[in-house]
């Protein structure tokens, strides 16, 4: 067992911390006073409009700017020569050949995916900025087009990167225990042809965008922006234009939804800064939906081929081998890191201890994927779910049972999984018996006969997933020896300002998940006072001095890194704050505590200063002290305690905590048609202590919408010369109000042993409603020929065809037994 | 008698109880009109094919979305955007109370316009049940909550329980 | 978003609306622009002068005809409006329970139905809704008024009989006589959403009538199905027996959510469930 120090039980809730205190944010949200990156308006600012690439894979011949910057009111252009010429290609995360990419702001000498930026246009409206992007001129020679990963190393392929040599990005095999002596053991061998988790991705509801000004002095662009990982983006940056990363200062305040997607918008905002310098004046760019849908982040589409599960005669399983195939896109803007994100949750939550996979990753010519909602642990998941219910389903097991049996048990947390993961703690019988009472399971056959006398058929599935969070950034170590990237950060500052206010200031990027509201909680109950009083500013600034190079809001990981920081910083502010009142009331430090909004004397209540007094003391009234007052400003720090995995076995600990959810819903298929609907659902969750449960419960919803939306409606479909199909809200059908089940919600703490806390990150979810659809899809499909649901999303059109052509998925699947 | 076209047109409406006239251009969406040259930048953009709701307001006591309208088309009308739903002491609408005691938002990107969507229905309607809100607010995207606890604040409202 | 720059006016009278039509090419009515405007955003179509019919009262008007045969509703009407109107309630419910399904609440706020079925997308609810109810179109021009049928009003996608310099200003329904009953049903994409395949019907003294949506540029008329169905035996058994065949008949397009096989098959299926609605309220 790895050892690692256990940090709980070091934090004494008091009045806030666990309840659903309403959120500090919600008052300018609810009276359309937010400040998203659209608000911010400067005098004379330019509109970018980008003249984007309506082919999939080309080469660019030429560009003619001349007739749009002839018309009055254009203010200029940017092309990829001089993107070229004024910046150095992107940091490339991957070793060769991925890490031969060249990736620049524009498009520079050819396209590789439909939609691509080509040229920046700006104007005085944004009308104008449109209709003279209609008429730069560019010549482009149409190549051939690879949109299928799986046809990317194939002799022949059209190659999207010659630098690479191929369209490889990422190549490596995994593989712990002995695989060969489970194999040899098993009494069943299930073999599953081809499993694929498909392409989408969570669309938040506003798009990209910034406006950037440049100070000519001193050489400093501020950007009012949407990006959710800024210590990411100026890492990007700062050495593709050739700056320090102070010159970056990336602002944010309100974000209309991230989810991942918005943390690679480092090639849009290297666009607007090299424009604010070049034309002197402030540039505004707005992404709109069909550009967001053509180019921004989707999710990795991945195909698990040639597995193989080894199994007891008892259900017992041992083992398992794959090869999987994963679709990077066009370029590598955060990848390959998916390749290793994935092995975070290798074995789901089972007692997998043989583990083969081959993992491939290929370029195509479809939008770069980057991080999304359970980015590449939701895939891995997706699979071992999968590979339950197939195993079930074919040997005749119950999905219950052969879950139960297999769950890694609740005394055996924290536990290891065979390749060095530590799971901090967790139940997950408990989980699921929550669940399955929460949608009746009791009563499913009942509901089966009921729906059958409608014409219906009914199923119900089990979704069991892990939200691993906090990162170890050295597991990209795993896919590039040579990076120098490890462990995790985030800072918190906590002072107290002239007149008694707590202000915390934090690196990270809030898009919803109240971490106003949360931080609150955290220092209200520290420093023993009313949460009302406690400002946490909204949002990101680089300038604020409490950011550190992994800030962001991404990977669930607030309620460890966020809060964690702040509980330091805060603590840090209560010493200061007893030291003080020791020096004013000259008694010893011991004497003193922190109640009701007052440093007192524990013994005399009277003798008591108020945080005014505490702060003015420092910042205005210092005279007369014999040694320096405390500063009354805090930062910490958090540093989560993390080695350097074993780079030869792929063996470590790549993440702090591991929350649990445990969905289970119920479908009705429609035989006649195949529409399928979800008609009851329920969600269990287990995040350690909550701090909020309210948040919890919604980002919980949250997750579950998307979940439903990707197992049913949506998907980035391209059709064979790029072209993407679902560019829109009209094709991309997201779920609206109508289309959601009743909900049932349930939670129970299991407390993180590792975290300040005892909090672990959450909000991505796992994807558990897309497993447990799937798997509610193929039990009600028992009933109309059997067949097996091996795609992740699951439309109409693939359930007809499953009611039709049950043996077509039967047969990808064999057993050999003993 | 013959009416003139033209590439701009002066118009004058009412937003908030407050009359403005404007010149503007035949081609300009009222949401822009609201968002870039009133600064009422509360109404939101989410999508470009009127799909999202995120623009909706409320036009002559009914929900429409201000991206599928053009300014010009607006003349002589009267609009409540999310801005003229608290008074001016910052007190809250029942509404807005109810979607803050019932976590229905996060990100707070599409509030604007469900709480649009939703001060209509409840104009209309004020006891609505859960179908009848679901409606009203079929039209409106939210990619934060799934739904249930904005339902859950609209049915609140109606019943009088916006605590 | 961000269009490109048009011409407007604002016509006070339905002649004046002519004449501007008629006076400039690339001229377009405007009635709710649910759809226009969208359009027009994504610059698939930049007309040059954009008519806005939002004065002419006229056409926003439910009502019946003199002789009471059928309901006469403005093509400025607005699907909320065919919503509330105790006309519609009266006279054919049918089109106030399509309407109700259309989108949105607030693209049925401003959308019309004579700016739905102008632009006749296929995916539309009205086109082989009033297929099925017979009804009829009356266009008007400087030369005067014409009134066709819906075979003859839609044409393709975006082309209607409704030719340059002319007004679509209402469409008729013939009142629901007694023993008559009118159904639609389809395949949506979510709740509310896009039709992927739909069916109208309406079976009644005079027989059966049924169009199908989705599978071409114009509504489809199943005449063979109607003609299995004209002995009046309406029994489930019958009308599937009916439809049988019917979706090897069309020659659908494929898209993203349907190619052609499956959306045929929906359509047959659509029908199906259309007869028999129309057949048990015919029967109520």
């Known amino acids: ?272 800064c090299l424009l604010a310098r070049k034309l002197k004046r402030a540039i505004q760019w707005t992404e709109y939906r069909t550009d967001f849908h053509q180019s921004m982040a989707h999710g990795n589409e991945r195909w698990f081929q040639g597995t193989e599960v080894a199994v007891k005669a008892d259900g017992t399983l041992l083992g398992f081998r794959t090869k999987a195939i994963d679709d990077a896109g066009a370029y590598l803007r955060y990848e390959p890191l998916g390749g290793v994100i994935w092995s975070q949750v290798a074995g789901g939550l089972y007692r997998w201890r ?144 002239i007149f008694g206010e707590v202000v915390v200031t934090l690196g990270t990027t809030p898009q919803g998940q109240g971490h106003e509201t949360t931080a609150a909680q955290v220092v209200a109950d520290i420093l023993h006072c009313d949460v009302d009083i406690i400002n946490v500013r909204a949002g990101h600034d680089s300038y604020w001095n409490s950011h550190a190079g992994f800030s962001g809001t991404y990977a669930s990981q607030f309620a460890v890194t966020g809060l964690s920081a702040v509980k330091g910083a805060a603590d840090l502010l209560a010493a200061d704050m007893v030291k003080l009142a020791s020096m004013v009331f000259q008694c010893p430090e011991e004497a003193i505590e922190l109640a009701d909004g007052f440093a007192r004397i ?13 702060g003015a003391i420092p910042n205005a009234n210092n005279a007369g002290f014999p040694d320096d007052p405390p500063t009354m400003n805090c930062r910490y720090v958090y540093r989560p305690a993390f080695e350097v995995p074993d780079k030869e076995r792929k063996f470590g600990n790549l993440t702090l905590t591991y929350a649990t959810q445990i969905h289970a819903c119920i479908v009705e298929i429609d035989p006649e048609t195949g529409v399928t609907e979800v008609v009851d659902y329920a969600a269990v969750d287990d995040c350690g202590v909550r701090i909020n449960p309210q948040i919890v419960e919604g980002q919980v919803m949250g997750a579950t919408a998307h979940a439903i939306g990707a197992a049913l409606w949506e998907s980035f479909v391209y059709d064979e010369d790029g072209n993407l199909l679902t560019p829109n809200f009209y094709d991309y059908h ?52 059997g067949a097996i649901v091996t795609d992740s999303h699951n439309p109409y059109h693939r359930v007809w065809e499953m009611l039709s052509h049950p043996e077509r998925s039967r047969e990808t699947i064999e057993v050999t037994s003993r | 008698m013959s009416t003139t076209t033209s590439t701009t047109r002066t118009i004058s409406v009412v937003i908030n109880g407050t009359s403005y006239e404007r010149d503007v251009p035949a081609s300009l969406l009222l949401v822009h009109l609201l968002r870039d040259d009133l600064d009422l930048t509360g109404t939101h953009i989410g999508c470009d094919t009127g799909s999202c709701g995120a623009c909706t307001v409320v036009l002559g006591g009914e929900a429409i979305k201000s991206c599928c309208m053009l300014a010009v088309q607006a003349d002589g009308t009267s609009i409540t955007t999310v801005e003229g739903l608290a008074s001016d002491d910052g007190a809250l609408t029942p509404l807005q109370q109810s979607f803050h005691d019932h976590h229905a938002l996060q990100c707070g990107y599409c509030t604007p316009g469900m709480l649009m969507s939703a001060t209509a229905l409840l104009e209309q309607n004020p006891h609505p049940d859960e179908h009848e809100v679901k409606v009203a607010l079929q039209g409106n995207i939210c990619r934060c909550t799934g739904y249930w606890n904005i339902v859950e604040a609209v049915v609140a409202v109606g019943e009088g329980g916006a605590s | 978003m961000l269009l490109r720059e048009v011409e407007y006016a604002r016509p006070a009278t339905v002649e004046e609306a002519i004449a501007l039509l008629s006076e400039h090419d690339g001229a377009r009515a405007l009635a709710g622009g649910q759809t226009l405007v969208n359009v027009m955003k994504a610059r698939a179509a930049s007309p040059d002068v954009l008519v806005d019919l939002a004065d002419l009262a006229e056409l926003r008007t439910i009502s019946f005809s003199a002789d009471q045969s059928a309901l006469e509703i403005g093509a400025m009407v607005t699907n909320t409006m065919v919503i509330s109107s105790s006309e519609v309630e009266v006279a054919r419910p049918i089109l106030a329970e399509v309407a109700a399904t259309i989108a949105d609440v607030q693209i049925r706020n401003r959308g019309t139905v004579g700016g739905n079925v102008c632009v006749n997308d296929p995916t539309n609810h009205y086109p082989p809704l009033l297929s099925a109810l017979g009804a009829t179109f009356t266009i008007r021009s400087a030369a005067g008024e014409r009134v066709v049928s819906a075979e003859e009003f839609f044409l393709g996608v975006y082309v209607t009989a409704v030719s340059e310099g002319e007004l679509l200003t209402r469409i008729s329904v013939p009142t629901r006589r007694p023993g008559t009953g009118d159904g ?69 397009p494929s898209d993203v959510h349907a190619n052609a096989e499956y959306r045929s098959h929906l359509a047959e299926v659509s029908a199906v469930r259309a007869v028999l609605q129309a057949a048990e309220r015919a029967e109520g």
């Open chain 1, 1 to 272: 067992m790895t050892a690692i120090e256990t940090e709980a039980g070091t934090f004494q809730k008091g009045s806030a911390v666990g309840q659903s205190v309403p959120r500090k944010e919600d008052g300018r949200l609810v009276q359309g006073q937010g400040v998203f990156f659209d608000d911010v308006k400067r005098k004379d600012m330019g509109y970018l409009h980008y003249v984007r690439s309506p082919y999939a894979h080309a080469t660019i011949e030429s560009i003619d700017v001349s007739a749009a910057l002839e018309m009055p009111g254009v203010y200029g252009t940017l092309t990829g020569d001089e993107v070229a010429l004024l910046t150095d290609p992107f940091f490339q995360i991957a070793a060769p050949p991925g890490g031969h990419v060249k990736d620049y702001a524009l498009a520079v000498g050819k396209v590789r995916y439909l939609g691509e930026p080509v040229v920046a246009v700006v104007a005085e409206t944004r009308e104008l900025a449109r209709s003279a992007a209609e008429f730069v001129m560019v010549e482009y020679e149409p190549l051939d087009v690879l949109v299928d990963a799986r046809a990317a190393l194939a002799e022949g392929a059209p190659v999207l990167h010659e630098d690479c040599g191929g369209n490889l990005s990422y190549s490596g095999v995994w593989e712990w225990g002995d695989v060969d002596a489970a194999f040899a053991e098993a009494d069943h061998i299930v073999s599953i042809g081809e499993l694929h988790f498909d392409r989408f991705n969570s669309t938040p509801l506003e798009c990209g965008g910034a406006l950037v000004e440049y100070n000519r002095g001193t050489g400093q662009w501020t950007m009012y922006t949407n990006n959710q990982f800024p210590g990411f983006a100026a890492i990007m940056m700062g050495p593709a234009m050739r700056v320090g990363i102070d010159k970056l200062r990336i602002v944010t305040q309100d974000i209309g939804g991230g989810f991942g997607n918005k943390i690679t918008t480092h090639p849009q905002l290297t666009v607007c």
């Open chain 1, 354 to 497: 043989n583990i083969r996979l081959e993992f491939t990753q290929a370029m195509t010519n479809k939008a770069p994927v980057s991080p999304n909602r359970g980015y590449s642990r939701m895939q891995q998941l997706w699979f071992t779910e999968r590979v339950i219910d197939i195993v079930a389903h074919t040997l005749d097991f119950d999905p219950v049972e052969i879950r139960r049996l297999n769950f890694i048990k609740p005394e055996q947390m924290p536990y290891e999984t065979a390749n060095g993961c530590v799971y901090d703690s967790g139940d997950y019988p408990r989980a699921l018996d929550m669940a399955l009472e929460l949608i009746g399971a009791d009563e499913i056959e009942d509901r089966r006969a009921e729906a059958a006398s409608r014409g219906k058929l009914l199923g119900l599935g089990i979704g069991s997933t892990l939200d691993s969070g906090t990162n170890n950034f050295a597991q990209s170590q795993l896919i590039n020896p040579e990076l120098q990237f490890s462990g995790n950060n985030e800072v918190a500052t906590v002072k107290l300002d």
């Open chain 1, 602 to 614: 524990r013994d005399n209540h009277e003798a008591a200063l108020p945080f005014m007094a505490l």
């Open chain 1, 734 to 785: 997201v779920p609206h109000v109508l289309d959601m089940p009743p909900l049932k919600t349930g939670a129970f703490e299991s407390p993180s042993p590792f975290t300040p806390l005892g909090t672990k990150g959450m909000g991505e979810g796992g994807g558990g409603g897309i497993h447990c659809i799937c798997a509610g899809i193929q039990d009600a499909l028992r009933a109309a020929g």
């Open chain 3, 184 to 252: 639609m049903a389809g395949i949506t994409l979510g709740a509310h959403g896009t039709y992927l395949a739909c069916a109208a019907a309406t079976v009644g003294p005079d027989g059966v009538r049924i169009s199908i949506g989705c599978v071409a540029a114009v509504p489809v008329r199943a005449t063979e199905m109607e003609e299995r169905l004209a002995d009046g035996d309406l029994s489930e058994a019958a009308v599937r027996a009916a439809a049988h065949g019917l979706g090897a008949t069309l020659d659908p």
